[in-house]
């Protein structure tokens, strides 16, 4: 007997199993299939030992590569030695030219910026008034001196008188009296007539000093007088004219070995971007005290400013050759780098390998730097390229030795002057 009975369908999450069994097989075999597929592309488009699109090369063979460099050979040269400092340019002589006595400006005979000599004429006040008072004086000495020429003669006919036992000997002796007085008389004369002259000779306002002339303080029409305390203008000295400047107290001692020795040390002044040499100079002397706020001492220095180039109160950056070093084994400052052991270079090696070698520097001078311990003449360094070197890197030189800005040497401490080549031996 056969079962007869109706077989039911699946249900519903019978059927949704099946399915998802079913997307998890296919996501399988499709990443199989990704992961071991013949790559056909990498032989053709590589090679053998080809890259294939940016693909990277292995670690071995980047390490091979040759860093491109710039290099730069020691040399032994002179290397000068300055010191640095800030200075203000000073006039040796400025005067305010004021009147010296009062009146009316009835001429201005300069003009403004003009360079005068001493006793040159700059200004007239009104002469009319001292003119008069010098014909009074002179006046009143005749008078004074009529009168003492007949009181001379007086005493000459009184002493014969008194010879003679005519008259007394009293009057004798008040007639010269009277002489002495009016002798007297007539020398105060004398000096009043002195006077106004010389009241009339300082209506001419003359340059009391050589120099150049600023910028006219009052004009032509104006009452003046000595107490006007702008006065007529103002006249500086410029040629020459110094620049005083400061140096610590510890460089002191180079300062004064070099002067003790005779010698005339030479200073320059650059522009306040202290790129520019203005004018050449010497020394001249130095503080009698070190400014002990400061630990500082004032040199003043001497420059003959032909070109007026130097201007009075002028900030300008100084610099003072004390010594020149010679023979001394110096490199661009381009190549000097610097860790945390001190200052160390990049020595090429003869087989193009790169040995980090420590150095013991010296003083700066375009774009040079001495060398006093760890090079040799003829020792190659790198100047450019130090980025990406390491000890044992292996280099290829390009092009010649590199271009050293003199800016350079502002990262090392020492500064020398731009535009100064030292001299090589």
């Known amino acids: 007997m056969s079962d007869s009975r109706p077989v039911s369908p699946p249900s519903r999450w019978t059927r949704r199993r099946i399915a998802g069994l079913a997307v998890l097989v296919l996501v399988v075999a499709g990443v199989a299939w990704l992961a071991l597929r013949p790559s056909a592309k990498t032989g053709a488009a590589g090679g053998p030992g080809g890259r294939a699109g940016g693909a990277r090369p292995p670690m071995a063979a980047m390490a091979n590569l040759a860093v491109p460099v710039r290099i730069a050979t020691a040399v032994t040269q002179d290397i000068d030695i300055y010191l640095k400092s800030l200075g203000t340019v000073t006039a040796y002589n400025t005067v305010t030219v004021r009147s010296r006595v009062s009146g009316e400006l009835v001429d201005v005979a300069f003009q403004e910026g003009q360079r005068v000599k001493a006793g040159d004429l700059l200004a007239q006040v009104d002469p009319r008034a001292f003119q008069v008072a010098l014909d009074q004086a002179r006046g009143t000495q005749m008078q004074n001196l009529a009168q003492l020429e007949n009181a001379r003669r007086d005493l000459q006919r009184y002493q014969a008188l008194f010879k003679q036992d005519s008259i007394a000997k009293q009057q ?16 105060s004369d004398q000096a009043n007539v002195d006077n106004a002259k010389l009241q009339l000779d300082y209506a001419r306002i003359t340059a009391p000093i050589s120099g150049r002339l600023g910028l006219r303080q009052v004009d032509r029409g104006n009452l003046v007088s000595s107490a006007d305390t702008n006065g007529l203008v103002v006249i500086t000295q410029t040629q020459p004219i110094s620049v005083v400047f400061t140096l610590p107290e510890t460089q002191l001692p180079e300062v004064r070995g070099e002067i003790a020795a005779g010698k005339t040390l030479a200073v320059d002044a650059y522009d306040r971007a202290d790129t520019r040499r203005i004018a050449t100079g010497v020394l001249e002397t130095l503080d009698n005290q ?14 003959d400013n032909a070109d007026d180039a130097l201007f009075p109160n002028q900030f ?10 010679k023979d001394v084994t110096a490199i661009p400052t381009a190549a000097i780098q610097q860790g945390s052991a001190g200052a160390f270079v990049f020595l090429v090696q003869p087989d193009n390998t790169v040995a980090v070698r420590q150095v013991k520097l010296g003083a700066i001078n375009s774009g040079m730097v001495a060398v006093n311990e760890g090079l040799q003449p003829g020792d190659r360094v790198v100047t450019e390229g130090t980025d990406r070197l390491r000890a044992g890197a292996k280099v290829e030189v390009v092009g010649g030795a590199a271009v050293i800005p003199a800016t350079r040497d502002k990262t090392l401490g020492a500064g020398a002057p731009a535009g100064t080549t030292p001299a090589s031996k």
């Open 290 to 303: 070190i400014d002990v706020t400061t630990g500082t001492l004032k040199l003043k220095a001497k420059f």
């Open 316 to 325: 300008v950056n100084v610099r003072l050759h004390v010594l020149t070093r």
């Open 172 to 187: 004798v002796d008040t007639q010269a009296a009277l002489v002495r007085q009016y002798e007297g008389t007539v020398k």
